[in-house]
């Protein structure tokens, strides 16, 4: 498999000079308070495809865990080992899909749209009762599971109060395309000048959110909010993946003096350590971008401590930020 169409398979485009532009998500309809949508929040209604593999998925299952929503909303993976089918299921217990017993995850998306012809991606939200795809964005999926589904949540919490909203969204969309998608960006690029702008303006974001946290234990202040887990799935992978596979090979995340420990905060938060497999992580990355990797040899996990103490729990909540 050449590297172009591993890098862009069905529906990520390649621009002039090489740059990776990534495919916008098809299925985008939201679950509403009031219904109204079509779709309400409901116990046992929804089902959740995921992969723990995937930065994206991890979004929504991070967002299930942080809620308290595994009796109301059920999950299933799919194998981190992807080929040209896409994702699949191939393990009973481990990797099924016990609502439809489809065996890849395509065939959910051809269910709904039998055109359908892009990547097939994780998280895919499903209605058990309509039988369909709710969404399969994954930024809309996590705020959908700390709003609308937190009357069904056993310990709801605030990941977007009013107060940062704002903030909340600027910060996101500057995450997004620098550091979440920045660093597919730089690893898909086939262009020198796109891969090294890619690199810089990943690691120019880093150093900035370097210093945010210098005085302030969160993105935020002393809690944890939505922009923070974005951030962590992608930080999470930094040194066992995107510095080697992808070349974001200016510093490594555990050099950073205030984001390293931040990583290590958040991943000792309660219940997401469990969200976390560097194992499916590596096999995924290493094993099924053979454009980029062509031996599929998995490099061996970096020496970093995560449950190492972190000691930023006397900082505060910091200044207001200025943009």
Known sequence: MSARHDAFRLGDQEQRDGAFERQESRFRQWVTADGASGFEPQAGRYHLYVCRACPWAHRALIGIELMGLREAITVSYVDPIRDGRGWAFTTP?????????????????????PGF?????VPVLWDRERATIVNNESSEILRMLHTVFA?????????Y??????????????????VNNGVY???????????????????????ELDGRLAQRRFLFGVQPLETDWRLFTTLVRFDAV???????????????????????DLYQWPGIRETVSFTEIR???????????????????????????HGRESLGAGAPTQR
């Open 242 to 264: 995107y510095q080697i596979h992808f070349k974001c090979s200016i510093r490594k995340l555990s050099e950073y003096r205030h984001l390293w420990p931040y990583l290590r």
């Open 117 to 121: 012809s892009q990547r097939v991606t």
């Open 161 to 178: 109060p009013a107060a940062h909203a704002a903030e909340i969204d600027a910060l996101n969309s500057l995450i997004y395309d620098n």
């Open 283 to 309: 096999d995924h990355y290493y094993r099924t971008h053979p454009g980029l990797n062509p031996h599929g040899l998995v490099a061996v996990m970096p020496a970093l401590d995560f449950d190492a103490p």
């Open 151 to 159: 009357p069904l949540a056993q310990h709801p919490v605030q990941l």
């Open 185 to 207: 960006r730089a690893g898909f690029a086939t262009g020198q000048q796109a891969y090294e702008r890619a690199v810089l303006e990943l690691f120019a974001v880093l150093d």
């Open 93 to 113: 217990g481990c990797y099924e899909d016990p609502v439809n017993g489809f065996k890849l995850l395509a065939e959910a998306y051809l269910s709904v749209d």
